[in-house]
T-cell receptor, first 112, second 115 residues
C-alpha cells in the first residue's frame, strides 16, 4: 500500500530557481491538498483540489502553482524560489468530508 | 476564521503515566476533529477521527473526546511508553471553511516519555 508518495524527500535551491514537488496517491481519492509546515505555525494550506481539473487557493498560495490533470497526481510548482519558501511541504489526500486525511512523508526544501 | 490552540507546546512525563493532551478551537461549527502523530522528520499519521456527532473515539491506549459546544478536545494516552514520544497535532474540519472544507491545524504538543 503506497498511499501518498512525495518526491523528492530533500531539495536545496538557489533564490530564483524553479522546481516541481511531486505528489501521487493510489487510493482514488478525489480531494488532494498541499500544506507547508513551519516551526511554531502548524500546517498551513497552500492549494487544494477537489477533483481532476479543479484547483483552488488555500491560506498561503502566493509563489506556488498547482494543476490536477489526473486523479492520482497533484504537483506543486515553485516558479521563482525565495528564501521565505524554505519549509517542509506535505501533500495530503482524502475522500469525502467525513473521512480520514492521509499525508505523505514530506519534502524538506531549503532556498538559499 | 477558525483558530486551533494546543497547550502545552511541550510535555515531559515518566514512563507509565497516564496523560492528557488538550486542543481547543474557536468555531464550534465543525464536521469532525482529527488527532495526528508526527515523528521527527516524518509525515503525519492519523490516530483518531471524531465526527461532530460523536463524543469520543478509542484506539488501543488512546482515547479522544470531543465537546463541540465548549470547543474542546482531549487526547488521553494510558500507560505511556517511550515509543509514544512524538508531536501530537489536532486539526478540525469546519463547516465555514469553504466548499472543500479543509483542515485547520494546531501547532502541536511535543511529548517526551522518559524511560
Amino acid at each position: 500500500n503506497a498511499g501518498v508518495t512525495q518526491t523528492p524527500k530533500f531539495q536545496v535551491l538557489k533564490t530564483g530557481q524553479s522546481m516541481t514537488l511531486q505528489c501521487a496517491q493510489d487510493m482514488n481519492h478525489e480531494y488532494m491538498s498541499w500544506y507547508r509546515q513551519d516551526p511554531g505555525m502548524g500546517l498551513r494550506l497552500i492549494h487544494y483540489s477537489v477533483g481532476a481539473g479543479i484547483t483552488d487557493q488555500g491560506e498561503v498560495p502566493n509563489g506556488y502553482n498547482v494543476s490536477r490533470s489526473t486523479t492520482e497526481d497533484f504537483p506543486l510548482r515553485l516558479l521563482s524560489a525565495a528564501p521565505s519558501q524554505t519549509s517542509v511541504y506535505f501533500c495530503a489526500s482524502r475522500t469525502g468530508l467525513k473521512n480520514i486525511q492521509y499525508f505523505g512523508a514530506g519534502t524538506r526544501l531549503s532556498v538559499l | 476564521k477558525q483558530e486551533v490552540t494546543q497547550i502545552p507546546a511541550a510535555l515531559s512525563v515518566p514512563e507509565g503515566e497516564n496523560l492528557v493532551l488538550n486542543c481547543s478551537f474557536t468555531d464550534s461549527a465543525i464536521y469532525n476533529l482529527q488527532w495526528f502523530r508526527q515523528d521527527p522528520g516524518k509525515g503525519l499519521t492519523s490516530l483518531l477521527l471524531i465526527q461532530s456527532s460523536q463524543r469520543e473515539q478509542t484506539s488501543g491506549r488512546l482515547n479522544a473526546s470531543l465537546d463541540k459546544s465548549s470547543g474542546r478536545s482531549t487526547l488521553y494516552i494510558a500507560a505511556s511508553q517511550p515509543g509514544d514520544s512524538a508531536t501530537y497535532l489536532c486539526a478540525v474540519r469546519d463547516v465555514s471553511s469553504g466548499s472543500a472544507r479543509q483542515l485547520t491545524f494546531g501547532s502541536g504538543t511535543q511529548l517526551t516519555v522518559l524511560p
